[in-house]
């Protein structure tokens, strides 16, 4: 059997699969203690727990304690010899430009300053910081001054992260933010993580733990402990697989709508496949390179506060509490279905707490129960189409790393989340496209949680000419036979990618494939003096074969 939990802001969902199938599901309030909120889902599932061979999460707690600022204090000591000052781009407080540079290709030219190293890391722990990322500039060509610095401070911080193992991909100041992140999180992800494994232990599940990341994959514990920011945007991530695991229609472009209690994501599959962000996610309008699906969250929601300023009417964004037909004390879309009896909820508690709004916009309580919900998807809808507008403005690419040709122009919408069937007329109408809302809506993220490949990336970088084989991710460096060619390094990286499964977070089972590579001679006069080459190489991504749909 396997676990799917999604730990919603509003809900936390689970779905038990066996044998490809459903066998079990549940929707529940998310209380503040998010581990008693996992272990009452699992109870109300009434499954018994033997057999069960795989638990995956989808949880909000990286990204929340980012977004609120929630985390520990955390410093960067970055080196990145002369020209434009990083700082001017870092957004932290906590921020030490050091001595020491790389070039492009990884030689060395500025060497790195012991005692000024040491006396940031002394600045840095008097200030209260707890860990501390550590970049350099080209690192992912030479990772030697960024191993160097760490060994130089770890004894100080309870966290040390190196900036070259977050990405292989360059890009300076999105590694300054990922690192950064992926430092601050850190405490918060392995108290979770020690905390769930105790929980789960003390049911008598002692199954591996996986958690979904922003890609749409999972990967194990350990490694979600060691590189907790990939964790961020995951329950976006898991709408989106949820979808294609309900998609009954593969070919096509389909909007997928997930409207929660809180927030509504938005997103696209493309004959079946999630588009990708190719550069990295933005988290609180901070650039990153976490590789992530393409998502956009709209804060309007089931549960969302309906509220009027001065002659416009609000629908979120922000939740607080339960809606009034549920026992809550907020005026929400919620209470509007059950005004217009469209939703089995307390009527006259509804009525109750929609009445002095109503007559503030001059409307009977059907007539703004009416509007709130107009308002509501025409609010969806605007966004909606301002997503496919700014994914139409780029390259696409799909969460397979392929480049897709044409306008993205979406033919229907799939509908999940709580109040998707309560929806789902009102989007057919305002979108004017077929709108479908699959079984298990309900709990879909769930289901994708469950679902989803366990996957990982890895980049390698060849200079034949210095001699060096890198690969940032598994900090791993070796020597480069000036005879390597591209199938050399093709080879050595499917090996390594296997290799190095446990590190990486992967199950024992490993489907990898080359997504990208580059091989360009350097030529000095008249002759080659060798090869700079590049190789990315990913687990397939995308949903467990094993599932047998709906």
Not at 200 to 223: Q, V
Not at 375 to 386: G, P, T, Y
Not at 464 to 486: F, H, W, Y
């Amino acid at each position: 059997m396997i676990l799917g939990i999604d730990i919603g802001g509003t809900h936390t969902d689970a779905v038990c699969l066996q044998g490809g199938t459903i066998l079990s599901t549940i929707k529940t309030l998310t209380g503040e203690d998010l581990v008693g909120s996992i272990l009452e889902a699992i109870k109300g599932l009434g499954i018994s727990h033997d057999g069960i061979r795989r638990v995956v999460l989808s949880t909000t707690l990286s990204t929340n304690a980012i977004v609120e600022k929630k985390h520990a204090k955390t410093g960067i000591i970055c080196s990145a010899g002369p020209g434009i000052d990083p700082g001017s781009f870092f957004f932290g407080e906590a921020f030490h430009h050091v001595h020491g540079a790389m070039d492009h290709r990884g030689r060395e030219y500025i060497p790195i300053d012991r005692g000024e190293v040491l006396h940031a890391a002394q600045r840095m722990k008097e200030s209260g910081c707890t860990g501390v990322g550590v970049v350099s500039k080209f690192s992912v060509r030479n990772a030697a001054h960024e191993t160097a610095i760490a060994s130089l401070v770890k004894d100080s911080f309870s966290h040390v992260c190196l900036g070259h193992t977050m990405s292989g991909s360059l890009n300076f100041p999105r590694r300054l933010n990922t690192t950064y992140f992926n430092a601050a999180v850190m405490p918060v992800q392995e108290r979770f993580v020690a905390s769930v494994t105790k929980a789960l232990e003390h049911l008598g599940i002692n199954a591996p733990l996986f958690f979904l990341k922003a890609d749409g994959g999972t990967y194990a514990s350990a490694a979600a402990s060691r590189l907790p920011v990939e964790t961020i945007l995951s329950g976006p991530a898991a709408s989106l697989m949820g979808a294609v695991a309900l998609n009954s229609r593969p070919q096509g472009t389909v909007l997928v709508l997930d409207v929660g209690g809180t927030t509504t994501d938005i997103g696209i599959l493309v004959d079946g496949i999630p588009l990708l962000e190719p550069t990295g996610v933005d988290i609180g309008g901070v650039r990153t390179l976490v590789r992530g699906l393409k998502v956009l969250s709209v804060g309007a929601g089931g549960d969302s506060c309906v509220s009027i300023e001065g002659d416009e009417l609000l629908i979120g964004p922000g939740r607080s509490g339960p809606p009034a037909c549920m026992g809550g004390s907020s005026p929400t879309p919620m209470d509007a279905f059950t005004v217009l009896g469209k939703y089995d909820g307390d009527a006259r508690a509804a009525s109750r707490i929609l009445a002095p709004l109503a007559e503030r916009m001059s409307l009977d309580i059907s007539q703004f129960s009416s509007r709130i919900i107009a308002d509501m998807v025409e609010n969806i809808r605007q966004k909606a189409s301002e997503f496919i507008e700014e994914v139409n403005s780029h390259p696409v690419y799909t969460i397979q790393e392929m480049l897709h040709p044409d306008l993205v122009q979406p033919d229907r919408v799939i509908l999940i989340g709580g109040p998707a069937a309560l929806l789902k007329p009102y989007i057919a109408e305002a979108f004017g496209l077929e709108c479908e809302v699959p079984g298990q809506a309900m709990v879909a993220n769930a289901l994708g949680a469950a679902l989803a490949r366990t996957t990982a990336q890895i980049t390698l970088h060849a200079d034949t000419q210095i001699g060096k084989v890198t690969c940032p991710e598994l900090n791993m460096e070796k020597k480069a036979p000036t005879s390597m060619d591209i199938e050399d390094l093709k080879t050595l990286g499917l090996n390594a990618i296997r290799d190095n499964a446990a590190m990486l977070g992967l199950s024992d089972r490993v489907e990898a494939q080359v997504i990208e590579e580059q091989s360009f001679n350097m030529i000095r006069g008249f002759s080659t003096v060798g090869r700079n080459m590049r190789v990315k190489i990913q687990t397939r991504p995308g949903i467990l074969h094993e599932w047998r749909g709906q």
